[in-house]
């Protein structure tokens, strides 16, 4: 039985320190390393980079080490999102977040910055739109904090003002020691590459994936004290089903916590299990509308439902797949910006990612398997209310035909091809514009771009009798 009147310790959400912080072991034990060797010879100024997808914990990570820094009473400023945007809002919330007793010193400093910005600056303006004034405020912020600097989704900051960021904090820590700690999704690195903080990239960066099986088993039942004992099977049962995402073992937690609060038992089975599954599976089907919509949005989704067809029910991506997700978005746009703003939209959204150097894998593996099968259903609701579901098959048996890759056609065969289906809209423009063909670099040529994934749409629509088929 759970302790009479003990609240729900399990916090499904962002940001929220779990009851059990588990894994992150390694990572864990060099912050209190590096908290308690803070100021003295042994102190690495060097910022530790979290990479990781979302509902992960990195957030839940950078709580972990404010707490632990405010214990061995540290000052903490955690900057996020909202105040990331420019140099002065980086200042702004240092002074709101400062620790009281140096505020008024800090005052007075940049009070003298102020005066005195014009013979330091060389003639820069005075007041508030100069650059050289703002930074020599983050600088006098900084120099003064003498505790952890944290930056969470740090992605979001633009690359120009993590330029000053990142040099202020390298050139002022050389003399006034500060920890700095710096999180976002696997888009993360490209940012900081592009903020052109030469030190930055020597800081070495750390992935925040899903746990391991163990841990996730911890997070999971730790938290119900030593008197509950779930069976193996209902253990096992979660644990496959929380797929070691952070997120979704606290979704699981919580829904088990719930049904149990109800109970007398010690020793819970699969039936609480399979109540508990309802509101888990309501949760997680809202999680995963929201990220198709989000695929959609970004024009992600028909390139990312064609590798997991690709990669097939239990493979995993490789580098391979993200560099034909990569080609399949940009067409033929080669310039160097272009290509670098989609490969970071690729990587921020967090469907699939490399924890490790040449390792890739699926941010939450269940998603893609719910990305599979929803595509194809959405793909065949707008070609039927479109009447462009038989245009789709004779496309297809034109590319079927071919033997070998390239699936390239020319575009005039496939418009002969289409002729009898051209009314009202224009089969290959919507095609194109769903992403299920690319034109070549060639002209005149088009690349069925989906192959896969247009094949289990068709083989669904003939599957269910569709009419038009
Ligand atoms: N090590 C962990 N063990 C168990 N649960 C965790 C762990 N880390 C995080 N969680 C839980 O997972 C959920 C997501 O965590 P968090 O918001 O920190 O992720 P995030 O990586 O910051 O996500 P985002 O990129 O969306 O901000 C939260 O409910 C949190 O309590
Ligand atoms: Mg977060």
Redesign the pocket.
């Known amino acids: 039985m759970l302790p009479l009147g003990k609240p729900n310790p399990?916090?499904?959400?962002?940001?929220?320190?779990?009851p059990?912080?588990?894994?992150?072991e390694r990572l864990k034990q060099f912050f209190r390393e590096q908290l308690d060797n803070f100021g003295n010879d042994s102190f690495n100024p060097t910022p530790k980079v979290l990479l990781?997808?979302?509902?992960?914990?990195?957030?839940?990570?950078?709580?972990w080490v404010a707490i632990k820094a405010r214990k061995r009473k540290l000052p903490v400023v955690a900057l996020a999102s909202d105040n990331l945007s420019s140099v002065a809002g980086i200042s702004r919330e240092l002074a709101r977040q400062f620790p009281p007793k140096l505020l008024e010193r800090v005052h007075s400093l940049i009070k003298e910055i102020r005066l005195n910005v014009g013979d330091i600056g060389g003639g820069v303006a005075i007041g508030d739109g100069g650059k050289e004034e703002k930074t020599y405020e983050l600088r006098t912020w900084l120099e003064n904090l003498g505790g952890v600097l944290l930056i969470?989704?740090a992605h979001n900051m633009p690359p120009e003002v993590g330029h000053i960021l990142y040099n202020a904090i390298q050139s002022v820590g050389i003399k006034h020691p500060f920890m700095v700690v710096i999180?976002?999704?696997p888009d993360l690195d490209s940012v900081l590459v592009r903020s052109k903080a030469t030190f930055i990239e020597r800081a070495p960066a750390e992935s925040?994936g899903r746990?391991n099986r163990e841990?996730?088993r911890q997070?999971l039942f730790e938290p119900f004290g030593k008197h509950i004992r779930f069976s193996d099977d209902a253990m096992e049962q979660v644990l496959d089903e929380a797929q070691d995402?952070?997120?979704f073992?606290?979704l699981w937690g919580s829904a088990l916590w719930d049904v149990l609060a109800g109970r007398r038992t010690y020793s819970p089975g699969m039936d609480v299990v399979n109540e508990a599954r309802d509101s888990v599976n309501e949760q997680r089907s809202r999680l995963y509308n929201r990220r198709m919509q989000e695929l959609e949005n970004y024009g992600l989704l028909v390139p990312f439902a064609e590798m997991a067809w690709r990669v097939g029910e239990d493979g995993q991506p490789t580098g391979y797949d993200f560099n034909l997700v990569l080609k399949h978005l940009n067409d033929h746009k080669d310039g160097n910006q272009e290509q670098l703003e989609t490969m970071q939209k690729i990587l921020h959204n967090?469907f699939i990612w490399e924890p490790k150097v040449g390792t890739w894998e699926y941010g939450i593996p269940s998603l893609a398997a719910h990305v599979r099968w929803n595509t194809i259903g959405m793909i065949l609701e707008q070609l039927q209310d479109e009447g462009t579901l038989p245009a789709l098959q004779a496309v297809y048996q034109c590319f079927d035909k071919m033997l070998k890759q390239p699936l390239v056609r020319k575009r005039e065969d496939l418009e002969r091809a289409l002729e009898q289906y051209n009314e009202g809209y224009d089969p290959l423009v919507r095609f194109q514009d769903m992403k299920l063909l690319i034109p070549t670099p060639q002209p005149g040529f088009m690349r069925l771009m989906a192959p896969h994934l247009v094949k289990g749409v068709l083989a669904e629509a003939e599957r269910l009798h569709l009419p038009e088929t």
């Open positions: 399990f916090h499904p959400g962002y940001g929220v320190i779990p059990v912080l588990a894994g992150r990781g997808p979302r509902g992960c914990g990195k957030t839940a990570l950078l709580k969470d989704e999180a976002g999704t925040i746990l841990d996730a997070a995402y952070p997120y073992i606290q967090g």
